[in-house]
């Protein structure tokens, strides 16, 4: 089932903060957040497991709430780089853990001016 | 080092026309992901392969779409009498196992259907 994101679109200005929230109807296990910029193929930022693990290369922070099934992704002082539109995505699995499914929300657009 | 790779990069095709799009993995990845972009929508997963084993072809959206994977690297996915409506961009990714990994995505293939 599809993740939840909202907002679907924020603008921001150079320098101020954001959060973009995710939510699922059904246990997480693990959220997994992407950005995409226009016109380029989606690139990764973070993922966080249940349990508290976190992988991720850039200097973005998260929350992973696996009672309220929900992710928020924290931006601050934003960039213009970090313009974009971010995904984030849930994980299923099948019961003989051979099958695999990442399901993406349908994004959030956001716009860092100058 | 390589990325992932691939071809074409835009395809147009006559409706009732077969394509063939190609995807080369990061080498070493085992596991690789086909996604399908709509203008302006989300990133709707099509499927997984773990190795050359791909266990559920469900995500596929009809019958006319069919991928296969071989040696464990290149994958290509074909879609047979292809439809307005599979105008898309699709996207490819690998990852050097699942779950816990980040996806690399490819460039894409934009492709359109007239």
């Known amino acids: 089932q599809q993740p939840v994101q909202s907002p679907q679109a924020v603008i921001l200005r150079e320098g101020e903060d954001a959060v973009i929230n995710c939510s699922s109807s059904k246990a997480l296990y693990s959220v997994h957040w992407y950005r995409q910029k226009h016109g380029e193929a989606p690139v990764f930022l973070m993922i966080l497991l249940k349990g508290g693990e976190q992988k991720g290369h850039e200097k973005i922070s998260a929350s992973f709430n696996e009672k309220k099934q929900q992710s928020s992704l924290y931006l601050t002082a934003s960039q213009l780089s970090y313009s974009g539109t971010y995904f984030c995505?849930?994980?299923?699995?099948?019961?003989?853990?051979?099958?695999?499914?990442?399901?993406f929300g349908k994004g959030t657009l956001l716009t860092v001016n100058p | 080092g390589a990325g992932v790779s691939q071809s074409p990069s835009n395809k147009v095709t006559e409706k009732g026309k077969d394509v063939e799009l190609r995807c080369d993995p990061i080498s070493g990845h085992t596991a690789l992901y086909w996604y399908r972009q709509s203008l302006g929508q989300g990133l709707e997963f099509l499927i997984y392969f773990q190795g050359n084993s791909a266990p559920d072809k469900s995500g596929l959206p009809s019958d006319r779409f069919s991928a296969e994977r071989t040696g464990g690297s290149v994958s290509t996915l074909t879609i047979q009498r292809t439809q307005q409506e599979d105008s898309a961009v699709y996207l490819c990714a690998s990852s050097l196992g699942s779950g816990k990994d980040e996806q690399y995505f490819g460039p894409g293939t934009r492709l359109t259907v007239t």
């Open positions: 995505g849930t994980e299923k699995w099948n019961s003989g853990g051979s099958n695999y499914k990442l399901t």
